[in-house]
């Protein structure tokens, strides 16, 4: 996967394994997923947990090794800001 963010002061770009998602996602701290649940709609809220994004993550792991160059965001502003994530 790579990260690419620009601005008119500010360029970042960044390659990340896919192979790391699951281990970035045993390290995310509990409260993010505690504000994520806050901010869902209340019947989808429950299922918001690590373990619940962890099992979707490996089974889309196939689909997301044979879709390699997929541009799943592509944001361009009026300013000149650029946001791409390539898988």
């Known amino acids: 996967m790579k990260i690419k963010i620009r601005t008119k002061d500010f360029r970042f770009s960044m390659p990340v394994p896919v192979s790391m998602a699951g281990f970035v996602l045993k390290f995310l701290p509990e409260r993010l997923f505690i ?6 709609p209340e019947p989808y809220a429950a299922l918001v947990t690590r373990e619940n994004l962890n099992m979707i993550l490996w089974e889309c792991m196939d689909i997301i090794k044979e879709n390699k160059g997929l541009e799943i965001v592509h944001v361009e502003a009026s300013d000149g800001t650029f946001v791409s994530i390539r898988l």
Do not use: V, W
């Open 35 to 40: 504000e994520m649940r806050t901010n869902t």
